[in-house]
């Protein structure tokens, strides 16, 4: 029999052996190479297009000109290299009140016939009329308010007539004010001392590439006017793909991180499972080099299996991120991009990365483990250090047990605590998006719907984590479990003690986890409106993640405190 046919059948028997390890395992570089997919896809989404459809239904403006008095918008009709124009139209500053929402909007006056520049595209209803407003189809979307629902303007109602998209102002929900059309008349009788009208120009230019030089020429020095390209607009368009993509590469790197931490540790248990059939191989006359190439075909063959499901799952998620509904403002989607082999080959090396990262060390370790060693499969002597015996002196027996648990495996409690971290990060930095984006409703925002695929990708991987690690220490607990017993504890205080072996690290990730995601919310937002959840919901997030650390865990350490033990103490060394 040839080596590598030799590896590759010893590897398989493995895999069958003990396939619930695997399909965990499958599952946990599948969920971090599928948000790599997601990613690398969503790179090559643009909104150009789209932004370019929408520009041309609406016959949408090369400048849009804000000022205060008409006189002063309206001179720039008359520049040099403008060959159409409308307006000046008047703009009111109300307070929309809908479905219980209170949001300030700018109320653009409007005539009800058509307009050769910037004449919005319905999508519901009819245009505007006396009593009747027409509000642009994102914000609309963002309120949850369709054609015929009533609102309030300044405590004045009014009947939405219509739904509309434009290319003249950018569509961005959360950052309101929002944009609603209605006649000349209705936007002048919403002013108000405090909230006077301004005016807006919608300009064409002869040489429509020249937008951000006009731009730059006519800029009010001053600063009482503002005067925006279309290119400046369709950046703005854009931005909420390139928050998709940020998003997606930030969460691919957690994820990628918590899949090495995950397998790292399944690995560990599964070596310490594997240490007499390691001396077994070796007894029989295969190498060091032998033994660790079979314990690693095993984790690169999964890896590729991982790599292979990530690459169909991303692709087929991709249109969801992608769809017309997440992109309200457009006349059309964006739509999504195919997976090209650049792509498909850095997520399998990034699936073969992470197998390799996690199981190289332990695999070579095992591999290098003299064969006597192995065969006796004996306990390892524990660290012990005075300092924690110490402390876990007075405490009650289940603290005693996780506190000493816990300090023999320093590198595993690392792990613990860190993919806990990573995890309430995550759901910090969400509930902090959330509170700063009060609109963005999560069906109808496309940066939210992929947090919320990122965020539930990590919550399940760090869940598979923490029942990783619990059943890991179980294996290496067994011997000082079963002594514990012998010497009066019973299963309950060492399946809490085993539990409590996990809480401990999972309390400081947990807190860590909550300035993390504010930090990492402010380092991604460019230098958007950053507002801090309350309390209650940070201390929420903490003692959630604490309760089902403790839920997920209880399971594996009951099933280990269970087993008798004359059966565990038997295989101890004299």
Same mark, same amino acid.
């Given at each position: 029999?040839?080596?590598?046919?030799?590896?590759?059948?010893?590897?398989?028997?493995?895999?069958?052996?003990?396939?619930?390890?695997?399909?965990?395992?499958?599952?946990?570089?599948?969920?971090?190479?599928?948000?790599?997919?997601?990613?690398?896809?969503? $790179?090559?989404? %643009?909104?150009?297009?789209?932004?370019?459809?929408?520009?041309?239904?609406?016959?949408? &403006?090369?400048?849009?000109? +804000?000022?205060?008095?008409?006189?002063?918008?309206?001179?720039?009709?008359?520049?040099?290299?403008?060959?159409? $124009?409308?307006?000046?139209?008047?703009?009111?500053?109300?307070?929309?009140?809908?479905?219980?929402?209170?949001?300030?909007?700018?109320?653009?006056?409007?005539?009800?016939? &058509?307009?050769?520049?910037?004449?919005?595209?319905?999508?519901?209803?009819?245009?505007?009329?006396?009593?009747?407003?027409?509000?642009?189809?994102?914000?609309?979307?963002?309120?949850?308010?369709?054609?015929?629902?009533?609102?309030?303007?300044?405590?004045?109602?009014?009947?939405?007539?219509?739904?509309?998209? #434009?290319?003249?102002?950018?569509?961005?929900?959360?950052?309101?004010?929002?944009?609603?059309?209605? #006649?000349?008349?209705?936007?002048? @009788?919403?002013?108000?001392?405090? $909230?006077?009208?301004?005016?807006?120009?919608?300009?064409?230019?002869?040489?429509?590439?020249?937008?951000?030089?006009?731009?730059?020429? $006519?800029?009010?020095?001053?600063?009482?006017?503002?005067?925006?390209? +279309?290119?400046?607009?369709?950046?703005?368009? %854009? !931005?909420?793909?390139?928050?998709? !993509?940020?998003?997606?590469?930030?969460?691919?790197?957690?994820?990628?991180?918590?899949?090495?931490?995950?397998? /790292?540790?399944?690995?560990?248990?599964?070596?310490?499972?594997? %240490?007499?059939?390691?001396?077994?191989?070796?007894?029989?006359?295969?190498?060091?080099?032998?033994?660790?190439?079979?314990?690693?075909?095993?984790?690169?063959?999964?890896?590729?299996? =991982?790599?292979?499901?990530?690459?169909?799952?991303? +692709?087929?998620?991709?249109?969801?991120?992608?769809?017309?509904?997440?992109?309200?403002?457009?006349?059309?989607?964006?739509?999504?991009?195919?997976?090209?082999?650049?792509?498909?080959?850095?997520?399998?090396?990034?699936?073969?990365?992470?197998?390799?990262?996690?199981?190289?060390?332990? /695999?070579?370790?095992?591999?290098?483990?003299?064969?006597?060693?192995?065969?006796?499969?004996?306990?390892?002597?524990?660290?012990?250090?005075?300092?924690?015996?110490?402390?876990?002196?007075?405490?009650?027996?289940?603290?005693?047990?996780?506190?000493?648990?816990?300090?023999?495996?320093?590198?595993?409690?690392?792990?613990?605590?860190? @993919?806990?971290?990573?995890?309430?990060?995550?759901?910090?930095?969400?509930?902090?998006?959330?509170?700063?984006?009060?609109?963005?409703?999560?069906?109808?925002?496309?940066?939210?719907?992929?947090?919320?695929?990122? #965020?539930?990708?990590?919550?399940?991987?760090?869940?598979?984590?923490?029942?990783?690690?619990?059943?890991?220490?179980?294996?290496?607990?067994?011997?000082?479990?079963?002594?514990?017993?012998?010497?009066?504890?019973?299963?309950? !205080?060492?399946?809490?003690?085993?539990?409590?072996?996990?809480?401990?690290?999972?309390? &400081?990730?947990?807190?860590?986890?909550?300035?993390?995601?504010?930090?990492?919310?402010? =380092?991604?937002?460019?230098? !958007?409106?950053?507002?801090?959840?309350?309390? +209650?919901?940070?201390?929420?997030?903490?003692?959630?993640?604490?309760?089902?650390?403790?839920?997920?865990?209880?399971?594996?350490?009951?099933?280990?405190?269970?087993?008798?033990?004359?059966?565990?103490?038997?295989?101890?060394?004299?």
């Amino acid at each position: 029999m040839g080596r590598i046919l030799l590896v590759c059948r010893l590897a398989a028997r493995d895999l069958r052996r003990r396939s619930g390890e695997a399909v965990l395992l499958l599952l946990v570089i599948m969920a971090a190479t599928t948000t790599l997919t997601l990613g690398l896809v969503l $790179h090559g989404v %643009t909104t150009s297009a789209s932004y370019q459809s929408t520009r041309a239904a609406t016959a949408g &403006p090369d400048v849009v000109a +804000w000022g205060g008095p008409p006189a002063d918008v309206t001179a720039l009709a008359h520049a040099p290299g403008v060959i159409g $124009h409308t307006g000046p139209y008047p703009v009111a500053s109300p307070v929309l009140r809908a479905r219980g929402l209170t949001v300030p909007v700018l109320a653009e006056g409007r005539d009800q016939a &058509p307009s050769p520049v910037d004449q919005p595209k319905l999508t519901q209803g009819t245009w505007v009329r006396n009593g009747g407003v027409v509000v642009e189809r994102s914000f609309a979307d963002a309120l949850g308010i369709r054609a015929g629902d009533s609102v309030t303007l300044n405590g004045r109602p009014f009947r939405v007539a219509g739904i509309a998209v #434009t290319a003249a102002n950018p569509t961005d929900p959360p950052t309101s004010p929002g944009l609603i059309w209605l #006649t000349r008349a209705d936007a002048r @009788s919403l002013a108000t001392v405090a $909230h006077p009208l301004s005016f807006t120009l919608n300009l064409k230019l002869a040489n429509p590439a020249g937008a951000p030089a006009f731009v730059s020429a $006519h800029a009010a020095d001053d600063g009482t006017g503002i005067l925006w390209s +279309w290119e400046f607009i369709r950046g703005l368009d %854009t !931005q909420v793909v390139t928050n998709e !993509q940020l998003v997606m590469l930030v969460g691919s790197w957690l994820l990628g991180l918590l899949a090495v931490a995950s397998v /790292a540790v399944l690995v560990g248990g599964r070596m310490a499972e594997q %240490t007499r059939r390691v001396g077994l191989l070796k007894a029989v006359g295969g190498t060091p080099g032998l033994v660790a190439a079979v314990l690693l075909a095993e984790y690169l063959v999964l890896a590729l299996i =991982a790599a292979a499901a990530g690459l169909a799952a991303g +692709w087929l998620a991709t249109p969801l991120l992608t769809r017309p509904s997440l992109f309200p403002g457009l006349a059309r989607a964006p739509g999504a991009p195919p997976l090209t082999v650049p792509a498909v080959a850095l997520v399998v090396a990034a699936a073969l990365a992470v197998a390799v990262a996690a199981t190289l060390v332990p /695999a070579l370790r095992a591999a290098r483990t003299s064969t006597v060693r192995a065969l006796a499969d004996a306990a390892r002597p524990p660290r012990r250090r005075a300092r924690v015996i110490a402390v876990s002196a007075r405490m009650p027996v289940p603290l005693l047990l996780g506190l000493r648990l816990a300090s023999r495996r320093p590198r595993r409690i690392v792990l613990s605590g860190a @993919s806990i971290a990573i995890t309430v990060t995550t759901i910090v930095a969400v509930l902090v998006y959330r509170a700063s984006n009060a609109l963005g409703g999560p069906g109808t925002d496309p940066v939210g719907q992929v947090m919320l695929v990122v #965020t539930v990708a990590l919550v399940v991987l760090a869940a598979v984590n923490a029942v990783f690690i619990t059943w890991a220490t179980v294996l290496d607990a067994r011997r000082p479990s079963a002594l514990a017993r012998a010497l009066g504890a019973n299963p309950r !205080q060492v399946t809490a003690g085993l539990s409590a072996a996990q809480l401990l690290p999972a309390l &400081p990730g947990a807190m860590a986890g909550i300035p993390a995601g504010i930090a990492l919310y402010a =380092a991604v937002s460019n230098g !958007q409106t950053l507002a801090v959840p309350p309390a +209650w919901q940070l201390l929420a997030v903490v003692a959630g993640t604490l309760l089902v650390v403790a839920g997920l865990t209880a399971i594996p350490s009951r099933i280990g405190a269970r087993r008798p033990v004359a059966e565990i103490l038997q295989s101890e060394t004299a």
